[in-house]
Every structure is written in structure tokens, then in C-alpha cells.
């Protein structure tokens, strides 16, 4: 098996969106500033990603090989990749390594579905939380949505007086903070804590 050490210093990209995942990679050391820019730039959602994580596995097989975010370092990042021929050949010759590569595929897969049918609750509250962690990782910290609050409201179908009440209240409670063009989300884990009791809140 090849694996690949790579260091990166503070401030360097390390994958460019769409640039082709032909490698898995693995965040061994540090921490990584995701970037996902939607395809009309109208929206940014950036986060940090803190070691040990995966990055993307969901993008290195399928029709869409392409990574979905820009990824910058943050101080000093180690990171550990194998070429995809290699982690072929790991997964025919390692069955502990196939299920759990099956198990954070399928997690990943079932969470956009879990969202999509989130976005029919009345709860606003639920249907940003469901939105924001399904978007983001699981372990990831200082979230910023930067976008115009009309293109929020519009996204989720509700009026604007609506749409800012439920910024205000989150805002009261110390989960987000937020202006005309951003919402930063302060505790992402309080978050969890807004989804209906049916839920499995670890897998978020």
C-alpha cells in the first residue's frame, strides 16, 4: 500500500473545489477550514474541521469524483492520503476497513435524506438545525453561513418576520449569533438538542 504524509502550513490550500478526488484522505494532525460555495455564490458555508477526520469519501467513488469544498489549513496540518487503486485494494483484503467505510458512506447518504424530509416540519427551529448539521461535520466548530437573509427565507418558505423571530430566539438562547449577511453558529451541539426525540442525535 502507498500512503502519502503531506504537511501544510497555516493559510495553504490544500484541495480546491472540484478539483478530482483520486486519493483518500485522512486529517491526522491539526485542523482544516472547509469552504462550500454554492453553484450561484449566493451562499458560503465555512466551518473548521478538527483532527482525526476522513475528508470527503463520499466523493472518491460514484459519478461526482470531485471534491465539493476549498480546504485551507489552520496553523500546521498533517495529512495522510492512499491512492484510490490502493484503497481498493484495502477494501478487498480488509474487511474491517470495508465496513467502516461502508458505515460512514451510508451515515452521510442517509443524513441528506433525513434533511430533505426535515424541511417539512413546522418547527423552523428543527429545519435549521437538521439543515445546518447535515451540512457540516459532526465534530466541527466556529460555522459561519454567510448569505443575504432573503435568499434564507425564500430557501425555507417562510415569511422574513418569521424567519428572523427563530434567528432571535436561537440568538437568545446562545446558539447562533448573526447580521444582514451572516449567521455564525456558536454551539453546534445545542443544536442536536432541537430535533425531534426520533432522531439519532449522535450520528449528527
Known amino acids: 500500500m502507498k500512503f502519502h ?7 495553504e490550500k490544500i484541495v480546491t473545489s472540484g478539483e478530482e478526488c483520486n486519493h483518500l484522505k485522512f486529517l491526522i494532525s491539526g485542523e482544516i477550514r472547509s469552504e462550500l460555495i454554492t453553484q450561484n455564490e449566493k451562499m458560503k458555508i465555512t466551518e473548521k474541521i478538527q483532527a482525526p477526520n476522513v475528508i470527503a469519501p463520499e466523493h472518491l467513488f460514484g459519478r461526482d469524483t470531485y471534491f465539493p469544498a476549498n480546504l ?3 496553523g500546521t496540518v498533517g495529512i495522510m492520503q492512499i491512492e ?7 477494501l478487498q483484503e480488509e474487511p474491517i476497513f470495508l465496513i467502516n467505510l461502508l458505515n ?4 452521510r447518504s ?3 435524506l433525513e434533511s430533505f424530509t426535515a424541511l417539512s416540519s413546522n418547527d423552523l427551529k428543527e429545519r435549521l ?6 451540512l457540516t461535520q459532526q465534530k466541527s466548530s466556529d460555522i459561519h453561513i454567510i448569505c ?4 434564507l427565507y425564500a430557501f425555507f418558505g417562510v415569511q422574513r418576520s418569521v424567519f428572523l423571530s427563530t434567528l432571535d430566539s436561537l440568538k437568545e438562547s446562545g446558539i447562533i449569533d448573526y447580521t444582514a449577511k451572516e449567521i455564525v453558529i456558536l454551539d453546534r451541539s445545542r443544536l442536536k438538542d432541537l430535533l425531534l426525540d426520533s432522531t439519532d442525535k449522535e450520528d449528527f
Do not use: C, H, T
Open 5 to 11: 504524509f503531506l504537511k501544510y502550513p497555516n493559510g
Open 72 to 74: 485551507y489549513a489552520e
Open 84 to 90: 484510490k487503486s490502493s484503497v481498493v485494494q484495502m
Open 104 to 107: 460512514i458512506l451510508s451515515r
Open 110 to 112: 442517509q443524513k441528506a
Open 129 to 134: 438545525a437538521f439543515w445546518v448539521l447535515s
Open 148 to 151: 443575504k437573509q432573503k435568499d
